[in-house]
């Protein structure tokens, strides 16, 4: 055997180990119920993938009107090098309302025929326990209308513990609400008066704190006094925006993914902040709705509130 060979084999051997342990993989998918309150039955939407790379979204998420017409969606997702379909053959598990893990079996692609579809893939086997969906959350609001939150879904051996925020104080100091309401009005804010259009002052943004967690990060929704009672909310470039706080930087998460609220409604919306770990990885990560005209879907940002992903979709 020549040196050559040899140099291979041992570095074959050596990087062996690494390569074993980064081929590791998870996910995290959600079991939806429609605006009726009724389960999407036997789908799960598989919105984001944990590869070496860290957290990316499912390439179920390609734009469906522009690469699924006039083709079967299977064969569509077959060509995307980032999708997964190793985490579709391992068996999935549905946490319940209770906190129960539910075995939900390996999953198999679905074919989407309309732009609420998009993500879903399907359970291979009729699920034989009856799932319990959490009515006392506040209701998910949609494009399609309200629903109940949806139900997380990972990969057989993937544990989720769910860190819960704590209700804050009405009110952020001072110095916080500076620096947020400088940050907003960055943009110019219009507020649609009965004498005409003008543009927004420090004293016409309301900052509403929502959440804080132990570390110290707020999240908190951002708009005009305007917007609070106006009904035409869509109509202006002034829609509430989520705004995150961590000791002292302050940040826009709304500007960041270019998800626009609706109706009043903020345009994103905190879920739940989850640790999600496997044999080798552990991750924090903050799930949020996104809302929208003709939009809905997920953002996941990770501990450094970096936005990782975002798995969107629209119905038209």
């Known amino acids: 055997m020549n040196f050559t060979k040899i140099f291979a084999l041992l570095l074959t051997m050596f990087l062996l180990p690494v390569n074993s342990v980064s081929k590791e993989m998870t996910a995290i998918g959600f079991v939806e119920v429609d605006s009726y309150q009724k389960l999407i039955k036997d ?20 734009k469906f009107h522009s690469r699924v017409k006039g083709r079967r969606f299977s064969d569509v997702l077959s060509e995307s090098s980032s999708c997964s379909h190793q985490i579709m053959k391992n068996p999935w598990q549905i946490i319940n309302a209770d906190g129960k893990y539910i075995n939900a079996g390996t999953l198999k692609t679905s074919n989407a025929t309309n732009g609420g579809e998009i993500g879903f893939v399907s359970i291979a086997k009729p699920l034989k326990t009856k799932l319990k969906f959490d009515s006392t959350l506040h209701s998910r609001y ?108 302050v940040k826009n998460v709304s500007e960041e993914t270019g998800v626009r609220g609706y109706m009043c409604i903020p345009s994103l919306a905190l879920f739940h902040r989850y640790e999600v770990s496997t044999k080798n990885t552990k991750d924090s990560v903050f799930v949020l709705f996104a809302q929208g005209y003709n939009n809905d879907g997920y953002v996941l940002l990770d501990s450094e509130l970096n936005v990782r992903a975002i798995s969107t979709w629209i119905y038209h």
């Open 43 to 62: 789908e799960i939407r598989l919105a984001f993938v944990r590869t070496d790379s860290g957290w990316t979204r499912s390439c179920l998420f390609e």
């Open 142 to 249: 949609t494009w399609d209308g309200p629903t109940y939150p949806p139900l997380l879904a990972v990969p057989k051996g993937t544990r989720v513990e769910k860190i819960l925020p704590k209700l804050t104080a009405d009110s952020v100091s001072k110095e916080i609400k500076d620096k947020i309401i400088q940050r907003y009005l960055k943009k110019k804010r219009m507020m649609d008066l009965d004498s005409g259009m003008r543009a927004a002052t420090p004293k016409d943004v309301v900052v509403k704190p929502v959440y804080t967690f132990q570390d110290g990060m707020t999240f908190c929704e951002v708009s005009t006094t305007l917007l609070i009672d106006s009904a035409y909310c869509d109509m202006t470039s002034t829609a509430n925006e989520l705004f995150v706080v961590k000791n002292g930087f």
